[in-house]
């Protein structure tokens, strides 16, 4: 039997892309990578902070593929690979189906499906066996979300996109997983949060996860460090859910 490194979490000397790293999940991802000894490159709409030492860090609109090129040609340039890529980059807004014009719904198509398989297609010539894909969900992409129709049907496309490239790039070695996110105090969690408050939402998702308090975007960035390293070699195909339970709740809810 293989023994298992106490160095197999760490990512020295790879090269690791995350897309949308300003704030929030993004950054404490890359923030993670670079702690583990990996050179990071990041882009984001806005300036990308440059406390991780990022290179390149690119400020560009994922949604634009010529930008998305520039910036894939820029890694090319200074890393000639890229080891792990995390698409985290997305966004979404609050309105009825019935309320979403044309436009609305192609910009949430873009953001949140269309920007993850131009950014793969751009970098997968990078990309090598051991090399880790890894795309960030939502909860939403396995349960019901009013309000964010669309959203969540783009997440469940890609949460569908992920197994499918998990098995045709298997032969090259290339592992693609996802992770799901809740419960994390970020910018949408936010949000949703004074949705609610509002009286916006007709519904009130779970707000108090099984574990009994929320998590932090750092929990996000631990299950990234384990599928983007050794310890998750044979780990494809898969969504790691960090939620605090949430998912595996279902409709149940926590009482007091």
């Known amino acids: 039997m293989a023994a298992i490194s106490p160095d197999g979490i760490l990512l020295t000397g790879r090269?690791?892309?995350?897309?949308?790293?300003?704030?929030?999940?993004?950054?404490?991802?890359?923030?993670?990578?670079?702690?583990?000894?990996?050179?990071?490159?990041?882009?984001?709409r806005d300036t990308p902070p440059g406390d991780i030492g990022a290179e390149p860090a690119m400020t560009l609109d994922v949604r634009d593929q010529v930008a998305v090129g520039v910036f894939a040609e820029a890694v090319r340039e200074r890393w000639g690979r890229v080891d792990v890529l995390v698409n985290n980059a997305g966004g979404t807004f609050c309105a009825a189906f019935a309320d979403t014009s044309v436009r609305g719904e192609r910009t949430l198509v873009e953001e949140n499906f269309t920007q993850v398989t131009g950014m793969i297609r751009h970098l997968l010539p990078l990309m090598g066996e051991g090399a880790s894909i890894i795309n960030v969900t939502s909860s939403e992409?396995?349960?019901?979300?009013?309000?964010?129709?669309?959203?969540?049907?783009?997440?469940?496309?890609?949460?569908?996109?992920t197994r499918s490239l998990a098995l045709e790039l298997a032969p090259r070695g290339i592992r693609v997983n996802a992770i799901a996110p809740d419960a994390l105090p970020t910018?949408?969690?936010?949000?949703?949060?004074?949705?609610?408050?509002?009286?916006?939402?007709?519904?009130?998702?779970?707000?108090?996860?099984?574990?009994?308090?929320?998590?932090?975007?750092?929990?996000?960035?631990?299950?990234?460090?384990?599928?983007?390293?050794?310890?998750?070699?044979?780990?494809?195909?898969?969504?790691?859910?960090?939620?605090?339970?949430?998912?595996?709740?279902?409709?149940w809810r926590r009482t007091p």
Do not use: N
Request: charged share 15%; proline share 5%.
């Open 141 to 161: 992409a396995h349960q019901a979300a009013p309000g964010f129709a669309v959203y969540a049907a783009m997440k469940a496309a890609l949460e569908s996109l």
């Open 187 to 251: 910018e949408g969690e936010l949000q949703m949060r004074e949705l609610v408050q509002e009286g916006t939402l007709p519904y009130e998702p779970v707000r108090l996860p099984p574990l009994g308090r929320l998590g932090e975007p750092s929990d996000a960035a631990r299950a990234a460090l384990f599928l983007a390293g050794d310890l998750a070699r044979f780990v494809t195909g898969t969504t790691v859910h960090v939620d605090g339970g949430i998912h595996a709740a279902g409709g």
């Open 15 to 44: 090269v690791a892309v995350v897309t949308g790293a300003a704030r929030g999940l993004g950054h404490a991802i890359a923030a993670a990578f670079a702690d583990f000894g990996a050179h990071v490159a990041v882009c984001d």
